[in-house]
């Protein structure tokens, strides 16, 4: 039962900035009139104008709102624990970060949360991220690649136990432009359902079954010395790789999964894994299985040596059981009975 004087006691806890959790919280509006970086923040009412501004004068467990708008920023996170917001409104309206050079977002603390933001980067990586915790949830970024080297929309640069989920990634068919890169010792990662295109050529006049794209690119690419990373239920479509994974030294443990994922219209290959699970003495423990290939006649094997000869090239390292329908791992729950 709600008793007199609740409404007004939320208000004052509203603009007070106290949660329950102990959370602080910054509000940041560049369309409000009143919008300024030499606001406090703690209220839509006198709200920072730039991320950046909140950024500044964050602290660990800080939480920032971010409302519809363009933000022209580079940003950098530097605290732990803090969490990026942007406000999802009805239509087309988001919170859009406009990259001005380097990465449009580096998070150089760990256990921080970014999520429900838009993030344009022409010539820069999307996102770079290091240290351990870090979640990328529920965002949309488009990356192009104006200058000939290497592009990440998100770059996990050992990043242990990092979480990217529910993400559009978009490289708009440039060359070189990699939709998720794990790399650079990054263990434990957990990458999906995530919908990522255009990272490269996808198919289209003379690609397909190992053929050579116009535009290199991968929606998913796995450093040498990551570990134990988890690639499952993500949509990749329209790339020059699905999954790649590097191949720069001495095989050895990875212990990686692509499970359950979906793969349509990638011109090279979806998956790319020349390590040996059968390895005599340091096998390298990636598994492939019960992936969606969406392509006519896609699991032949005319040789019968276990390797589909079409759009599949995973070394001695082949798909165990891909799916002969998309998503088809989910079948109706059992229901118990005669529990005591």
Not at 54 to 67: C, D, F, G, N, Q
Not at 132 to 141: E, S, W
Not at 231 to 239: R, Y
Request: net charge negative; glycine share 12%; aromatic share 8%.
């Amino acid at each position: 039962m709600v008793s007199m004087g609740m409404g007004s006691i939320r208000v004052e806890i509203s603009e007070l900035s106290v949660e329950k959790s102990g959370w602080t919280t910054l509000f940041v509006d560049a369309a409000y009139a009143a919008a300024s970086d030499h606001n406090d923040g703690y209220s839509w009412s006198r709200p920072k104008k730039t991320i950046g501004g909140a950024l500044t004068i964050a602290e660990p467990w800080t939480k920032i709102y971010v409302r519809t708008g363009t933000y022209n920023e580079t940003l950098l996170v530097d605290q732990e624990h803090v969490q990026l917001i942007g406000v999802i409104e009805d239509g087309p309206n988001v919170a859009k970060v406009v990259a001005t050079g380097g990465a449009a977002l580096e998070v150089t603390a760990g256990f921080c949360e970014v999520s429900g933001l838009a993030i344009d980067a022409d010539g820069q990586h999307g996102i770079k991220a290091t240290m351990p915790g870090q979640k990328f949830r529920n965002l949309a970024l488009d990356i192009k690649n104006t200058t000939g080297s290497n592009i990440n929309g998100i770059w996990l640069h050992d990043a242990d136990k990092a979480i990217v989920e529910n993400c559009y990634l978009n490289g708009n068919s440039s060359a070189e432009v990699i939709g998720i890169l794990v790399g650079d010792d990054t263990v434990d990662a957990d990458i999906k359902n995530n919908y990522i295109t255009g990272c490269g050529d996808g198919m289209g006049a003379g690609c397909g079954a190992g053929g050579v794209c116009g535009n290199n690119g991968y929606a998913i690419g796995i450093d040498d010395n990551a570990q134990r990373v988890r690639i499952h239920e993500n949509i990749l479509i329209n790339n020059c790789v699905g999954v790649y994974f590097y191949k720069t030294g001495a095989e050895g443990y990875k212990g990686h999964s692509v499970i359950h994922n979906s793969m349509y219209e990638n011109c090279n290959y979806d998956v790319y894994d020349q390590y040996d699970p059968d390895h005599a003495t340091t096998p390298s423990g990636i598994s492939i299985r019960e992936n969606f290939y969406g392509y006519l006649n896609w699991y032949s094997d005319d040789n019968r040596d276990g390797r589909a000869n079409y759009i599949v090239d995973c070394g001695t390292n082949y798909d165990h059981a891909p799916l002969a329908n998309p998503r088809s791992w989910e079948t109706a729950p059992v229901p118990r009975s005669n529990i005591q």
